[in-house]
């Protein structure tokens, strides 16, 4: 089970390796878009809930921040590969 597993994941990564520069640098500059906008609802939260009163708009904005981080990652990384798969050839060469 353990190796099967081990060979998918090598797969997968030998996929990745062979992505084109364009799909790679979009998957990338949406992972960093993706930490930039998490961080910062997240700081938002702690600083909401220890340094200022609680107020519910603060809140919410934050929350809508870091939900929307995650829906950045996703849409860059399925773009960049489907940007990959359309215009790429063979695995992007």
Same mark, same amino acid.
């Given at each position: 089970?353990?190796?099967?597993?081990?060979?998918?994941?090598?797969?997968? @990564?030998?996929?990745? *390796?062979?992505? *084109?520069?364009?799909?790679?640098?979009?998957?990338?500059?949406?992972?960093?878009?993706?930490?930039?906008?998490?961080?910062?609802?997240?700081?938002?939260?702690?600083?909401?809930?220890?340094?200022?009163?609680?107020?519910?708009?603060?809140?919410?904005?934050?929350?809508?921040?870091?939900?929307?981080?995650?829906?950045?990652?996703?849409?860059?990384?399925?773009?960049?590969?489907?940007?990959? @798969?359309?215009?790429?050839?063979?695995?992007?060469?």
């Amino acid at each position: 089970m353990q190796s099967n597993l081990a060979r998918k994941l090598e797969k997968i @990564f030998e996929a990745f *390796g062979k992505i *084109g520069k364009l799909p790679k640098s979009i998957i990338k500059y949406g992972a960093h878009a993706f930490l930039a906008l998490f961080i910062i609802g997240t700081i938002m939260v702690v600083y909401n809930r220890t340094v200022l009163n609680y107020d519910l708009y603060l809140e919410f904005i934050a929350t809508s921040i870091i939900k929307t981080s995650f829906t950045v990652l996703a849409e860059t990384t399925v773009g960049g590969l489907i940007i990959d @798969f359309v215009f790429g050839g063979k695995g992007g060469k």
